[in-house]
């Protein structure tokens, strides 16, 4: 018997229905998403602490400890799931669950156009402000738009949108944007040309028409996956107009997402406006406590959960070198 079997409680408490064990592949692309997760949130929670945001360190402290004990019983793993906007592994299931949910509303528009909504490209100290003036901006015109459609004058105005933001370190900008998807090409022009009008009144110039951009849906899928994204690449490519770049040549910029998470905070990062979903199942939560189980943990500086027993990989994860370099060497955090 271990020491780590001495330890282990003789009954547990699971919820829900936990994750398939056998057979099931994305348990690998889980071990990554949470090593890379780790690496990266230990670089938020130092920048965090730095600029004093007590908050954000929590948050990412929590996110840090998303899923890293599996309770293992009848050869399905069940976890505590952090729920925060910071975790890679929880942002994988929510887009899952939205893409699930989307998809079949999605797939009986008539001639879907996908469509983003830039503005100027700003400094970090201007971010919070442009997040929360896209957001005002946007509920401006889908009121204004809805009067005139109620007054017979105008079309409504329907789609799914989600804010996203990218970094570019070679001019130290932020480019907050949205990415929508409406049902076909009249709404996609519409929502242009408003979008123009709004952010270009009374002699302002924040947004050009070239800036915008709109296309016919192909493949629903990859734009539906494209579209819920939330909130911001991982790694960013150092010159992003150079696009000779290299897979060894990305980078992490742990400052700037972390300059993106407070600008974020609060806000919804994806919405649909002018339609409603058909009504969803609730999942219940099913709490029970359960005596025949194993542990899997993954401890700090592991890439993989292993058994507390036996001391077995769940899912044989190895990093790549590429990646073993990207964390080791590409993580940037320095000050602007
Ligand atoms: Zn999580």
Redesign the pocket.
Known sequence: MTANENKKPHKVQIAGNGTEMIGNESLINRAQRKTISRKLLLSLIDVAKDKGATERVKSYWN?YH??STFTEHNKRLHAN????RY?T??NAIRKADKINTYYPVLKNWENPYFVTLTIKTIKANKLKNRVDGMKRAFTKIKDRCKQRHHRGKGMRLVGIKSLECNFNPKENTYNPHYHVIVPNRETALYLIQEWCKQWNRKGQFHCSKKGQHFRAVENLEHDLIETIKYGTKVFTEPDPNNKKHVKKEMKIYARAMDNINAAMKGKRIFDRFGFNLPPQETKEANVRTVENYKLWEFTPNATDWINTDTGECLTGYNMTIDLQYLLSESIDTAKE
């Open positions: 996110a998303c899923c799931y952090c729920k925060t975790c592994i929880c």
